[in-house]
T-cell receptor, first 114, second 114 residues
Framework: AQSVTQLDSQVPVFEEAPVELRCNYSSSVSVYLFWYVQYPNQGLQLLLKYLSGSTLVKGINGFEAEFNKSQTSFHLRKPSVHISDTAEYFCAVSALNRDDKIIFGKGTRLHILP | DVKVTQSSRYLVKRTGEKVFLECVQDMDHENMFWYRQDPGLGLRLIYFSYDVKMKEKGDIPEGYSVSREKKERFSLILESASTNQTSMYLC?????????????FGSGTQLSVL
């Protein structure tokens, strides 16, 4: 079975500062990895995903994430955040098999300070 | 534009009532999912379905059932609502056998059980 750990439940950061949201996963098989974002009063939408190939993945809104197999991590980064990035961010994992289930982490709430 | 529609944004029910949460998608997706979202717990999978009249238990199915009579519609049923089922419920859908494809989410139903 797979599991996801998001180490920080909340991350405050000043506007225009860089941010990293941490995600570690556990799995006995190869996995796909995802980051989803939930803006206030909305459903979740996909930010980016890692399937294979380059370990640095670029997503929407200037976000990127790096897959590190040895550290079983998939941290999300943005070099300069904006007030509109205020949201909850979810890391998710799915095993490379026919089972289409995606397992989500507990989420990290990003607070942008003016 | 693709759409997953949840029939109610807010719902208030009394303990013991039978509750139906409806979800409709217009993308001809085979896979549909019900999650509940609670602060500090992230998204937890309740039930999912790979095809019409087919259902699988997720991680927390107790107290819930589902119905998938038509491909586009996936209903979550609370047979006898309890206060610990107060939560945000999210429906999602995806193509089959393509776990690397993203989940499409509805906007959620905030259920309060009094």
């Amino acid at each position: 079975a797979q599991s996801v750990t998001q180490l920080d439940s909340q991350v405050p950061v000043f506007e225009e500062a860089p941010v990293e949201l941490r995600c570690n996963y556990s799995s006995s098989v190869s996995v796909y990895l995802f980051w989803y974002v939930q803006y206030p009063n909305q459903g979740l939408q996909l930010l980016l995903k890692y399937l294979s190939g380059s370990t640095l993945v670029k997503g929407i809104n200037g976000f990127e994430a790096e897959f590190n197999k040895s550290q079983t991590s998939f941290h999300l980064r943005k070099p300069s955040v904006h007030i509109s990035d205020t949201a909850e961010y979810f890391c998710a994992v799915s095993a490379l098999n026919r089972d289409d289930k995606i397992i989500f982490g507990k989420g990290t709430r990003l607070h942008i300070l003016p | 534009d693709v759409k997953v529609t949840q029939s109610s944004r807010y719902l208030v029910k009394r303990t013991g009532e039978k509750v139906f949460l409806e979800c409709v998608q217009d993308m001809d997706h085979e896979n549909m999912f019900w999650y509940r979202q609670d602060p500090g717990l992230g998204l937890r999978l309740i039930y999912f379905s790979y095809d019409v009249k087919m259902k699988e238990k997720g991680d927390i199915p107790e107290g819930y059932s589902v119905s998938r009579e038509k491909k586009e519609r996936f209903s979550l049923i609370l047979e006898s609502a309890s206060t610990n089922q107060t939560s945000m419920y999210l429906c999602a859908s995806s193509f089959p056998g393509q776990v690397d494809e993203k989940l499409f989410f509805g906007s959620g139903t905030q259920l309060s059980v009094l």
